[in-house]
């Protein structure tokens, strides 16, 4: 039984790690490139900057909150999935 919580527990450990780490990918190649084209664009129509610059910070925000997501559910199998009784006592927490 312990050596399957173990298990777990790294599995979780893991989806939490690759998890994050392709969401950060996949957003800062989609800031990278929303940011590349606001500045084509911006240098193709300078009167047009200012409606360019606020649809591509709300466009930034959004593909940032896609990777907060991402970590959040990367929490959640850190912290509340594996917690099972003998992870809790392997790890010292306390398993009342």
């Known amino acids: 039984m312990e050596a399957e919580a173990i298990k777990f527990?790294?599995?979780c450990a893991m989806a939490a790690?690759?998890?994050?780490?392709?969401a950060a990918f996949g957003c800062?190649?989609?800031?990278g490139l929303g940011?590349?084209?606001a500045v084509e664009g911006v240098a193709r129509n300078p009167e047009a900057s200012g409606k360019v610059t606020v649809t591509?910070?709300?466009?930034?925000a959004?593909?940032?909150?896609?990777?907060i997501?991402?970590?959040v559910v990367s929490l959640i199998l850190l912290f509340a999935a594996p917690?099972?009784?003998?992870?809790k006592q392997i790890v010292g927490v306390d398993a009342h």
């Open 9 to 11: 527990f790294y599995a």
């Open 17 to 22: 790690g690759l998890g994050t780490g392709i």
């Open 28 to 31: 800062g190649i989609g800031q």
């Open 35 to 37: 940011l590349k084209s």
């Open 56 to 60: 591509m910070l709300i466009g930034l």
């Open 62 to 67: 959004m593909i940032e909150s896609l990777c």
């Open 69 to 71: 997501y991402a970590l």
């Open 83 to 87: 917690m099972t009784t003998v992870v």
